[in-house]
């Protein structure tokens, strides 16, 4: 049977994190360059893919390194049909001002303000070249305390109307999410979309725990909430999107395989859910393979997928105008011949 090409469908990308969506040829190339060791690639579950992560996060030293990753994720994302892209980036690994303990600093002779500014040029090159929008996640590593999170969340919030859109929490899930309450409830007030992670290496009390302390617009994962019936009707009742991402969850032991992947019970559920690929860096699978691997496996219409797509225009937090531009090419290429 013919489908629809799966590149050709226009959609927002939503649980990204800017270093771990590099190209492996580049993170390779700045470490020669950097005299740094090459960033090896072996985890198994996340509290040591979070010590993995901030090694290749290290290479990016100088501001033409930053601005140059960020141009081409830009450039990465048009190329598999993303219209509108939300990557995470956590201030602790910029700027010279943050006051997180034993965080890599980079880019010395930049603030926060300044690293921003560097990374809004690579993503204003990108959108020119290929008309893919960027909104940023400005997001805070919970590995790295709780000083400095306001902060981060006031920087936010300061940009908010200057290309940041969300404020995100990452990093190891065995902290919890209640000491960046205050954080998260600055970022709300000034209109920016709260995505913590949870539901991932925790369990559904990690989800109800960012539920309850931070008033998500969103979850990364949220996967592990089919574990609590009550939780599902939850998500689904105040539909709180879920940014999935089924290889990482495969690479991180979350799901044991494919086949057993918690995406089907979300969807029965009626929890809106977005594809996302977390870090293709580190787990190979780009947003479009992870579009197939879902369809493929579980057999999905090429509605089910125009579906999540529809999703992750309207949970995203673009402008309304890029979110109606999406949704209509969704439209169009449910109209379209099967090409594929
Ligand atoms: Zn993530």
């Known amino acids: 049977m013919k489908r629809r090409s799966i590149v050709r469908l226009p959609k927002a990308h939503l649980h990204l994190h800017l270093e771990g969506s590099a190209r492996p040829s580049t993170i390779k190339e ?52 993303v219209w509108y892209t939300e990557p995470m980036g956590v201030p602790q690994y910029l700027g010279n001002q943050h006051p997180f303990r034993g965080a890599q600093i980079r880019l010395k002779e930049f603030d926060t303000d300044g690293a921003w500014a560097i990374m809004q040029e690579g993503f204003a090159e990108g959108t020119r070249a290929t008309g893919t929008e960027v909104g940023l996640m400005m997001g805070i590593n919970r590995g790295f305390g709780v000083d400095g999170t306001v902060e981060a969340a006031r920087f936010a919030a300061r940009n908010k109307d200057n290309g940041i859109v969300a404020f995100g929490i990452a990093g190891d899930e065995r902290i919890p999410p209640e000491p960046f309450a205050p954080a998260c409830h600055i970022a709300r007030e000034a209109g920016l979309l709260v995505v913590p992670h949870a539901g991932e290496a925790m369990g559904p009390e990690s989800v109800w725990a960012a539920i309850k302390s931070t008033f998500p617009h969103r979850i990364a994962h949220g996967v592990r909430a089919v574990e609590d019936p009550f939780l599902l009707s939850y998500l689904s009742d105040h539909q709180i999107t879920c940014d999935v991402a089924p290889t990482s969850n495969l690479l991180l032991g979350v799901a044991q395989d494919i086949e057993l992947h918690q995406l089907p019970k979300l969807m029965d559920a009626g929890v809106p859910i977005t594809l996302n690929t977390d870090d293709q860096l580190f787990f190979g699978a780009l947003i479009c393979d992870e579009y197939r691997l879902v369809r493929d496996t579980f057999n999905l219409t090429d509605g089910q997928l125009a579906d999540f797509a529809r999703v992750s225009a309207r949970a995203s937090g673009a402008p309304e105008h890029v979110k109606q531009r999406i949704l209509k090419g969704i439209d169009a290429w449910l109209e379209s011949e099967p090409d594929e």
């Open 30 to 81: 700045l470490a020669e360059l950097e005299g740094m060791p090459d960033v090896e690639q072996t985890f198994s579950n996340l509290p040591e893919f979070v010590q993995v992560y901030a090694k290749a996060a290290a290479v990016i030293k100088r501001p033409e390194s930053l601005k140059r990753i960020c141009r081409e994720l830009v450039e990465d994302e048009a190329a598999q049909g």
